[in-house]
Structures are given as structure tokens and as C-alpha cells.
Nanobody, 124 residues
Framework: QVRIVESGGGSVQPGGSLTLSCVVS????????MGWYRQAPGKQLELVAA???????IDGDAVKGRVTVSKNTTKNALLLHMKSLKPEDTAVYYC??????????????????WGQGTQVTVSS
């Protein structure tokens, strides 16, 4: 079984900063793309930032220039540092990971796993 545990959410004032982290554990071969997504009440799930398998990163349009995402391969962890937070950043933030495992004795496949979510509230 694969488990993703997130931490670091909470309340912060506008203009403040916050760091979220998540750790992937369980039985698997490797982890590919990892990312942070968020969902505000009444809105669709949207990308915050992700680390691609080859190491590059992508940021969501709403947070460009305000987030830094990094992956610790040794610890199977993903960090998201957010700055200059705005009230519209209020949402539940989810960590996602593409986890590789054996499909047959000579082939592999990946499954996307999600954490339980952590609330971020930006308010004065």
C-alpha cells in the first residue's frame, strides 16, 4: 500500500508565507511526477506546482512567481514554499504522486496517489 502524508497547512495573514510538505511511503519501485494541487470551495481542482520526472518544474498560472516546489528523492518528499499569500489562495491543498510498481514480472506501470489534503487559510 502507498500512503501520502501532508503537513504544514494552517492560517496565515495576507502577504505571509507558508511551507507545505508531503512524504510518500509504502511498497513501490519509484516515484515519477509529484505535485501540489488545490481546491477552493465551489471551484475545480487546480495545479499549484509540480516536479516533472526529468526534474523540471511547472507552476500554476494563479501562483506563478510566488511558489517554489522541490523534491527530495532520498526521502520521497515534496516541499512547496508559498509567499505573498492572498485570500484567494485559501483552499485545501493536496499532494499527488505517480508511483511506479510491477504490473507483471517484466513490465511496470504507475498509479496516481493522493494525500488526504491540508487546509490553507489566508485571512486577516
Amino acid at each position: 500500500q502507498v500512503r501520502i502524508v501532508e503537513s504544514g497547512g494552517g492560517s496565515v495573514q495576507p502577504g505571509g508565507s507558508l511551507t507545505l510538505s508531503c512524504v510518500v511511503s509504502g511498497d513501490f519501485l519509484n516515484i515519477g511526477q509529484m505535485g501540489w494541487y488545490r481546491q477552493a470551495p465551489g471551484k475545480q481542482l487546480e495545479l499549484v506546482a509540480a516536479v516533472l520526472p526529468e526534474g523540471g518544474t511547472i507552476d500554476g498560472d494563479a501562483v506563478k512567481g510566488r511558489v517554489t516546489v522541490s523534491k527530495n528523492t532520498t526521502k520521497n518528499a515534496l516541499l512547496l514554499h508559498m509567499k505573498s499569500l492572498k485570500p484567494e489562495d485559501t483552499a485545501v491543498y493536496y499532494c499527488s504522486a505517480n508511483v511506479w510498481h510491477w504490473r507483471t514480472s517484466d513490465s511496470t506501470t504507475f498509479t496516481t496517489h493522493w494525500g488526504q489534503g491540508t487546509q490553507v487559510t489566508v485571512s486577516s
